[in-house]
């Protein structure tokens, strides 16, 4: 999967540092694309986390980085009670990233609804490839244990969902 094109236009109030402030907001914005898409923490049985690090699980790349990027920030937004008239730029980025994950989620539904499958289906974060395809529901997918109530595999499985 790839993001082709993301646009953001981002209101920091009056900025100090415009390149920073850029800056900020593509590395938040792949952060949370990364949070949203690919970045799946698994745990034992008994609770202990399988994926403790970049070496156990998937985190961007340069690769995953949209092919066309364009970030800007939205001129005469100041804020007159704030410290030279900012605004935070931290978080905000991050959870744009979602509209990946929202995209995702539309282009599965839309999937189902050509194989007359019900569009009201369970999807979590993050969007990884695997639970796109179970989502998608072909010959290979169905073969794939549903999720009891608790959020665990069969009683075969080597990590569970909290």
Known sequence: MKVLRTDIVMDVGESLNPAIDIG??????????GLFVMEELLHSREGH?????????KIPTMNDIPREFYVSILRGSSNPRAVYSSKG????????????????????????????????????????????RIACENEYSVRQPSLSENGSNCQNSWSINV
């Open 24 to 33: 900020q907001i593509e590395g938040a914005f792949v952060q949370g694309y």
């Open 49 to 57: 986390l399988l994926t403790k690090g970049p070496s156990m699980y």
């Open 89 to 132: 730029i931290g978080e905000p980025p991050l959870t744009l990233a979602t509209s990946v994950f929202f995209a995702i989620r539309n282009a599965i539904s839309d999937a189902r609804k050509d194989k007359k499958l019900s569009i009201d289906f369970r999807f979590d974060s993050p969007a990884t490839v695997e639970r796109i």
